[in-house]
């Protein structure tokens, strides 16, 4: 998968999370035989499509894997659409009500399909999850927070905490 900057201005490679893989008990090696059937994908790595920056500004070239995360239109489009990425129809967050509020390029997408982006991690409860979509900088990578609400400005590449949501293709 493509490489990302980091604030120390080092290159983080999602290929290199196996660490947050194994975190997450995505247990890729259990699978056995069943491995064979995951299908080889080319996933094209765009622009952040709410900024318009050339994710080839991230070394955002096309990867082939077996196992990679989603982009923001994959997401939409696997996790439902409501138009508010394609329309900019952004939300921030008041920390102080602790509520979500339309504002005109909101860094949150915050709309009826929160409910299905929540990743709930066992008995811990829900957590933030990467996206393989640039951020805002070459240090951020878009992410879901733990609410499912869609973070398209990007959490810091060099973050240890939040997870993974690996997606894949089976061949059947």
């Keep these: 998968m493509r490489m990302l900057g980091n604030s120390s201005g080092a290159s983080i490679e999602f290929s290199r999370f196996s660490a947050h893989f194994s975190c ?10 069943a491995k064979s059937a995951i299908a080889k994908t080319r996933n094209s790595n ?5 900024y318009g920056f050339d ?14 995360l989603l982009s923001l239109g994959e997401l939409v489009k696997y996790f439902g659409d409501s138009g508010d990425l394609r329309n900019k129809k952004g939300y921030d967050f008041d920390w102080g009500s602790e509520k979500y509020f339309p504002i005109s390029n909101g860094p949150f997408l915050y709309d009826q399909y929160n409910s299905a982006r929540i990743a709930n991690y066992g008995n811990e409860g829900a957590s933030w999850w990467w996206l393989r979509s640039p951020g805002y900088i070459s240090s951020l990578a878009a992410c879901v927070s733990y609410d499912g609400c869609v973070d398209v400005n990007g959490i ?4 240890d905490s939040g997870g993974v949501r690996p997606a894949l293709w089976i061949k059947l």
Aim: charge should be negative; aromatic fraction near 16%; charged fraction near 25%.
């Design 24 to 33: 997450a008990k995505f247990q890729f090696n259990r699978l056995g035989a």
């Design 46 to 50: 765009h622009d952040n499509p709410w």
């Design 55 to 68: 994710a080839s500004d991230w070394d955002g070239n096309a990867t082939e894997d077996k196992v990679f």
């Design 156 to 159: 810091d590449v060099s973050a």
